[in-house]
């Protein structure tokens, strides 16, 4: 998952549904909140969620995902290591407690569907392998990898020189996070001045709380207003806050808040930063063993995916496309050591 990369990341348990709980249970408890009876709802007949009354678009939840596929590239293919090829299947761990539009249940319970299932299959018909998923705890993911288990990750890895030890690193998505404020605010965030004075959310022990706090305390040395930074337990906590005025805006991972403003229709995205902080654009990266002989093929095949239009396809259907990538990278620059 993101960052784990210090305490907790900007995608931490804190900031996840639990993984099994059903999307009906899920949108069930934002109907009880108030956040999508207003404003946004979900079609059961169509599996698809969007906001109240918008007709032409909306998220596909449902089982039947009609997912986009790609086509084997055979000078691409010829990187993956023989026993690879030789077995036909690419096997992919996920993270079991990802949530939307990452990695989640669809309607039925049964089928996972998200970003990061779509890419992984991208990839995998690419390299003409047949992707095959199994997920665990996030702890287990990199288990896997030790012992050959998994032959990658596509769950929201964040490459940190900590990491870049153990394993190899393609990136396909920018590792953002994004302030989220009511429709119409007329407010944008890109650096501490803007919310000085303001009442911002963000989850406890989170990169977003490590740095909500030290642009409060660049505030403060500069004699301006400080943040009134809250803390609530829930998703549907700080949402309703946020619907009711108590809070300004709420700081949290960009793929769920990007999710959330293009399925409930009630709010926007106001700011977006590096989940690194101001150090490094944190990178989200194909992950697998060191030296598995794999990561030239997945940086090749995400590439050519880019190039033919299919990435970007992918990262609109999940409203995710300002944190594309223009090529991947290779075992770049990651997070920094956590000092201690």
């Not at 303001?198 to 943040?227: F, M, Y």
Request: with cysteine; aromatic share 6%; glycine share 10%.
């Amino acid at each position: 998952m993101s960052s784990r990369s210090r305490a907790k990341s900007p995608l931490s348990r804190s900031s996840h549904v639990p993984a099994r709980r059903t999307l009906t249970i899920a949108l069930a408890t934002l109907t009880a909140a108030g956040l999508l009876t207003a404003c946004g709802a979900s079609d059961a007949t169509e599996d698809v969620i969007r906001p109240k009354g918008q007709k032409d678009t909306g998220i596909n939840i449902g089982p039947d995902q009609n997912r986009i596929r790609g086509k084997k590239v055979d000078a691409l293919a010829a990187e993956v290591p023989a026993a690879v090829r030789e077995r036909g299947t690419l096997r992919f761990g996920a993270s079991a407690d990802a949530s939307p539009p990452l990695g989640f249940y669809a309607t039925d319970d049964r089928t996972r569907i998200g970003s990061e299932i779509d890419l992984a299959t991208l990839i995998a018909d690419t390299l003409g392998l047949k992707p095959e998923f199994e997920e665990v705890s996030w702890e287990n993911l990199f288990v896997g990898l030790d012992s050959s288990k998994f032959d990658g990750i596509l769950s929201n890895v964040t490459v940190t020189e900590e990491r870049k030890e153990k394993y190899d690193f393609a990136t396909y998505r920018l590792d953002n996070i994004a302030f989220e404020a009511r429709k119409g605010s007329g407010w944008k965030v890109k650096g501490p001045a803007d919310v000085a004075g303001k009442t911002v959310s963000v989850a406890s022990g989170t990169n977003q709380e490590k740095i909500l706090v030290d642009w409060n305390e660049q505030n403060v040395r500069a004699g301006r207003e400080p943040v009134d930074i809250k803390y609530f337990q829930k998703d549907t906590d700080y949402y309703l806050a946020l619907q009711s005025g108590r809070i300004d805006a709420y700081l949290g991972p960009s793929p769920s808040a990007n999710y959330h403003v293009a399925s409930a229709g009630q709010s926007e995205i106001i700011g977006t930063l590096s989940g690194g902080g101001d150090g490094v654009q944190g990178k989200i990266a194909a992950t697998t063993k060191k030296d598995s002989g794999l990561v030239k093929a997945y940086g090749a095949a995400i590439d050519h995916i880019i190039q033919d239009g299919s990435y970007a396809e992918v990262l609109r259907r999940w409203g995710l496309s300002n944190e594309a990538v223009e090529k991947s990278e290779i075992n770049p620059p990651g997070l920094p050591r956590t000092k201690g």
